[in-house]
Structures are given as structure tokens and as C-alpha cells.
């Protein structure tokens, strides 16, 4: 599994950008690239990089979402030469000219997620944010529009998805890695110009130069997922032009790799032992289980046969042991999900797995008329370019014990995940990011108790990483990936104080 992205099921996507190609140029960036004009238009449809459907709809006052691209230096080191085009998307502050802030740039995490799609499906969540900030976003580079990583093809990737990531024996084993050596081979030869420039490093200096061509003195910023990361790494390298800040679903800074992943083992199986514990407790009766283990023990149960004879799921497609595993990993992103959980698991434990078949094409990025987004091949080039550990199959073997126990069920998934790295084309930067911004103003750092995919602990470590008087921690009590879309109101008032009144929350507050 990547790191943490947000999962959207694929029929609530949304939208975007824009027919501006933004596709790597040749020529030499021409004078200031600070001191560019952005030529906004209203936004057509999505390229099928970002996930393809509908232009976004028409915002609440009768305005439009509009979008631009941004020329940035293809390669940071040499500023002058090549340029790429960022894919930008902005809904104009609705509220009081002269109450307006600025611009509040949103990055929802993947790496690899389309930013142009992803904020008008949750505009509305932000509405208030509006009032006195433009809404902005974007495709980091390699994603969506803005020039995107690209691997292998929809068909492929079909087939792709369908292997057995978790190999019982040598024979499986062999398969899995000369499947990923295909997989990272096809992106080195169809991606080679922008796979060295596609780091987070590279991504933070592109907001900073965002920040100065949409005309703000600070970046204000709303990062969630692998977002904070995005955020940390650019609070490292400008300290002195972070404005009001807030990280949502926070990454631990601190981990490697393979500490991530075993994070996220645990905080998958938190999730899991929470749903099956909600699905139990309740007065109706809980249709996949009598108690929260028998749940957990027929779900277990059916991923074992499923890995000896898959069931049907799409047509062509079956519904194999992985894509199972990987549809219950999405469903429990958001409590809002379980129900299509278990929904899912009654119909696989009657031969249809449609249902988990359609979940785990969301978290791959796979429309339903056969189309991928990018995401993956994003969030591959952009980990294995970031991340320097490279680890062997050996390597996994050693450590899946340690994995099962902190998971029964997603242990091997997420230790054999490690090996997508492998053979990959692009030394990565470092074993974790640095994020320490001593001078930077607070960032208000918000961590969910319930959540599966960036554990709670990822808050604090986020907190002590940025330093002393920078990172101000607000804990919530519930489920699911990230807090302030959970609607609570309590997060939502004080992110929304910090963020639009500039107050600063005590650390430590609790929501729940």
C-alpha cells in the first residue's frame, strides 16, 4: 500500500482541469517566472490522468471554478532552463473584499492525488474557508495535468492489479518481483525526463513560487494526508513565509519506509477492530459476524479462499485475494464507508464480489468505463524518488512476523508493498523528510485517534519534528482518515478560528 491518499469511492469524483496542456516544454524559461500572469478560465473536464468525468459544477453564488497553468522550472537546480506546466484550480473568495486574507493553497495528499479534481468534489466543505480566502489547488508536478508520471497502460494495469501481492511461496514470490520490475521499467521508459524532478523537495518550491505568482506575501495552507508532509518539507525550506498553516491526517515525519508501513499495519487493524465492533454492538443484528473477532475471522477466512479460487467481480475481472484486501483497506478510510463494507463482504460470502471489486478500483485510481487516473504511477515515481531505502524480498521475509502481528490481516499486504521501490530508475533523497522550520509561525497539527491510514501518534512526532513553537497539536476522538472533513464541529470551529481569525488553539485541545 502507498502512502496514505485520500480514497474517494469512484462515483462521488469529481472534476477537472484543464485543456491547457501542461506538458514539459523545451525551450528555456523565459525572465521572471514570479512574475507571470496565470490566464484563468472556467475549467472543462478532467483529463482521464486525473480521473476523467464532468466539468465542476458551478459554484453556490452563480461564479465558476476556474482554472490556469503555472510554468515552473522543470529541474529547481538549473531555474533558467526547461519548464513545466502546473495544473492550477482557484474558486474566488465569496465573501468582503476588503476582509480577504489571501489564497489558501489545499494539497490532499497521495502523493499523487489530482488537486484540480479533488477540491470542488469537497467545495462545499470549505465553504466557510471561502469567505475570506480563494480556494486553490493543484496537479503537483507528475500528476494529473502537470506533466504526468506514466507507466503502463489501462489494459496492464488491469492485469497489474490482479497479481497476487502477498506470495505464499517462491514461485509467487518470483512473479511479484518481476511483475514490479515490469511495472517500474514501463515508467522509466514512457516517464524518463521528469522521473528525477518529481521529489517533495521539488513540489514545496513549487508552492513557493504559487505563492508568488497569485500575489501573497505568505503561504496559507490546508494540507491533509501526505499533504503535511508536503507542508513540513515546505516549512523546512521557508520558514519565513509560512503564514497560517493546518495539517490534517498527519504523516510521521520520522519514519522510514518501513516504519511507515508498519504504522500503518496497526492503524489499518484499529480500523478494522473498530468496524467490527460498531457492525456488532448495534440493535439490529450485525449480518457479517455475531461478535467483532467472529467478524474479523470470516473476513480472514474469506481472503484465504479467495486466494485459492478468486470469485467473479467485474466481468472480465475476479475478485482475487489482493483486490479484497485492498477494497476493505478503502472502506475503512471513512466511517462513512462501512456500511458499503458491509455491504461488500455479504455479497462475497455469496459469490459476488462487485461490490469490493468497485472499492478497490477506487483506491487504484480506475473509472468504471475501464480508464486509470495516474495516482499510481504518481505515487510510485514520487515515493521511490523521495524514499532511499531499497528493499529486498529477503528483507521482507525477516520482517513479515513483525508485520502479521501487528496485523492479521493487512500484515503481508503492506510488508510485501515495501518492495515497490525495487529496481526503480531514481536514487530516492532520504530516509525520512525534514521538517523542522524553527521561526516558522504555529501550524495548527491535528491528529485522529481512529485513523487508519496515518496513525495518531504521526501528530505529535509532526509536532516535535517542526520545533519548538511551531507545531500547535488539536486532537479528535473518532474514525477514519483525517478530522476536519469528518464534520465535526469542534475541529471545524477551531480550524476555521486559526484560519480565518488567526487564533491560535491551546495545545492540546481535545475534540471529540
Not at 497521495?110 to 484540480?116: E, K, L, M, R, Y
Not at 512473479?175 to 521508459?189: H, I, M, V
Request: aromatic share 8%.
Amino acid at each position: 500500500m502507498p502512502k496514505p491518499f485520500r480514497i474517494r469511492p469512484a462515483v462521488t469524483v469529481a472534476v477537472v482541469l484543464s485543456s491547457l496542456v501542461a506538458g514539459c516544454s523545451s525551450g528555456s524559461g523565459d525572465g521572471d517566472l514570479t512574475a507571470q500572469k496565470l490566464d484563468w478560465k472556467d475549467c472543462p473536464a478532467p483529463s482521464p490522468a486525473e480521473g476523467g468525468g464532468s466539468s465542476p459544477s458551478p459554484l453556490p453564488n452563480g461564479g465558476t471554478w476556474q482554472c490556469a497553468t503555472m510554468k515552473a522550472p522543470l529541474d529547481w537546480n538549473n531555474p533558467k532552463g526547461a519548464t513545466i506546466g502546473l495544473a492550477l484550480i482557484r474558486a474566488k473568495a465569496s465573501g468582503d473584499p476588503s476582509k480577504r486574507i489571501g489564497s489558501l493553497i489545499f494539497n490532499f495528499g497521495g502523493p499523487g492525488g489530482s488537486g484540480v479534481t479533488t477540491l470542488p468534489a469537497f467545495g462545499e466543505d470549505y465553504a466557510k474557508l471561502r469567505t475570506r480566502y480563494d480556494l486553490v489547488s493543484f496537479d503537483p508536478r507528475g500528476v494529473g495535468r502537470s506533466d504526468p508520471v506514466e507507466c503502463e497502460s489501462d489494459a496492464q494495469l488491469d492485469e497489474f492489479f490482479q497479481q497476487d501481492a502477498t506470495p505464499d511461496d517462491t514461485a509467487e514470490r518470483t512473479q511479484l518481483l518481476a511483475r514490479t520490475k515490469q511495472f517500474n521499467g514501463a515508467c522509466e521508459r514512457n516517464s524518463k525526463t521528469i522521473l528525477p524532478h518529481v521529489r517533495t523537495t521539488d513540489a514545496a518550491r513549487d508552492m513557493d513560487l504559487m505563492r508568488q505568482v497569485l500575489g501573497d506575501d505568505k503561504l496559507h495552507y490546508f494540507g491533509i494526508s501526505y499533504g503535511t508532509e508536503l507542508g513540513g518539507v515546505y516549512a523546512h525550506l521557508f520558514p519565513k513565509n509560512v503564514g497560517r498553516a493546518v495539517f490534517d491526517g498527519v504523516v510521521d515525519p520520522t519514519q522510514n519506509p518501513e516504519q511507515s508501513s508498519l504504522g500503518q499495519a496497526r492503524g489499518f487493524q484499529l480500523a478494522l477492530d473498530n468496524f467490527a465492533e460498531d457492525c456488532t454492538s448495534k440493535v439490529t443484528e450485525c449480518p457479517i459476524g455475531d461478535t467483532p473477532q467472529d467478524v474479523k475471522d470470516r473476513i480472514a477466512k474469506l481472503l484465504s479462499d479467495l486466494d485459492k479460487k478468486p470469485i467473479p467481480g467485474i466481468f472480465p475481472r475476479r475478485l482475487t485475494q489482493t483486490a479484497a484486501t485492498n477494497g476493505i483497506a478503502q472502506s475503512l478510510y471513512s466511517k462513512d464507508f462501512w456500511e458499503y463494507l458491509t455491504e461488500g463482504l455479504e455479497q462475497a460470502y455469496d459469490g459476488d464480489g462487485k461490490i469490493l471489486m468497485l472499492l478497490s478500483d477506487s483506491m487504484n485510481g480506475r473509472s468504471e468505463n475501464g480508464e486509470y487516473s495516474n495516482i499510481t504511477a504518481a505515487n510510485t515515481a514520487i515515493n521511490c524518488a523521495d524514499d532511499k531505502p531499497r528493499y529486498t524480498a529477503d528483507f521482507v521475509e525477516q520482517r513479515l512476523p513483525q508485520f502479521r502481528s501487528a496485523s492479521p490481516l493487512f500484515g503481508d499486504f503492506l510488508a510485501w508493498g515495501m518492495l515497490s521501490c525495487t529496481n526503480w530508475a531514481v536514487p530516492g533523497a532520504a530516509d525520512h523528510p525534514d521538517v523542522s522550520a524553527p521561526g516558522a509561525a504555529p501550524i495548527l497539527v491535528v491528529g485522529n485517534t481512529g485513523d487508519p491510514a496515518t496513525p495518531y501518534e504521526g501528530a505529535r512526532k509532526m509536532v516535535e519534528a517542526l520545533g519548538k513553537g511551531v507545531g500547535v497539536q488539536l486532537t479528535y476522538k473518532g474514525q477514519g482518515h483525517g478530522a476536519y472533513d469528518s464534520k465535526n464541529k469542534c475541529v471545524q470551529d477551531t480550524v476555521n478560528g486559526y484560519l480565518l481569525d488567526g487564533k491560535v488553539p491551546p495545545t492540546g485541545t481535545v475534540c471529540s
